[in-house]
């Protein structure tokens, strides 16, 4: 970080702050999709085997905020991997989502989806996180008032977009090598 980036908190630099559903609907067989951080992969979410919930029960939570936008990042806030789970959604399902993850929505006049996700990933970011805005010993967590004050530093709109094209580049080699992995893997099995 420079000293002439600007300081501010994750409420001053997104316009939504929030999480999934603090209730769990009754499942139902063929509904639309609801995930918790179990259904977290990599860059996504698996929806294989994720909860269905009913149309009336899915408009209900829509209606409240808890469907992720296209660009939302997306943080597992509760449990053993409490901010470990961290995606920009990018995928065409629109899940409801439960109180276990956080919906972090930029306002991207001040900062770049990208960059804050990359800020989130940080491991001296999220070792501060753990450290000084967790709670719960049964089961960790982070409240969203906890959210909403850890403090970010980012630079002026231009150098993030530089910055943030050089990271994307390197994500997308480690996803090719990847898929190339596995592609090997199958092939040899």
């Known amino acids: 970080m420079r000293s002439d980036w600007n300081i501010g908190t994750i409420s001053e630099v997104c316009s939504l702050v929030t999480d999934g559903s603090h209730f769990s609907p009754k499942s139902y067989d063929n509904g639309e999709y609801m995930v918790s951080v179990k259904d977290f992969k990599g860059f996504g979410f698996d929806f294989a085997n994720c909860k269905r919930i009913s149309s009336d029960d899915y408009d209900k939570l829509k209606a409240s905020g808890c469907i992720p936008e296209i660009g939302d990042i997306l943080i597992g806030k509760d449990g053993a991997r409490f901010f470990e789970d961290i995606i920009i959604y990018n995928q065409p399902e629109k899940p409801a989502l439960l109180s276990s993850i956080a ?17 989130c990933k940080n491991p001296l970011f999220k070792k501060d996180v753990r450290d000084n805005y967790g709670s719960g010993s049964a089961i960790p967590r982070i409240v969203l008032k906890d959210f909403k004050r850890m403090p970010i530093a980012y630079p002026n709109i231009e150098e993030q977009h530089r910055i943030v094209a050089t990271l994307v580049a390197i994500d997308d080699k480690i996803a090719l090598n990847t898929a190339i992995n596995e592609n090997l893997r199958l092939q040899a099995a």
């Open 103 to 119: 919906i972090l929505r930029c306002n991207i006049d001040i900062i770049l989806p990208h960059f804050l996700y990359y800020i």
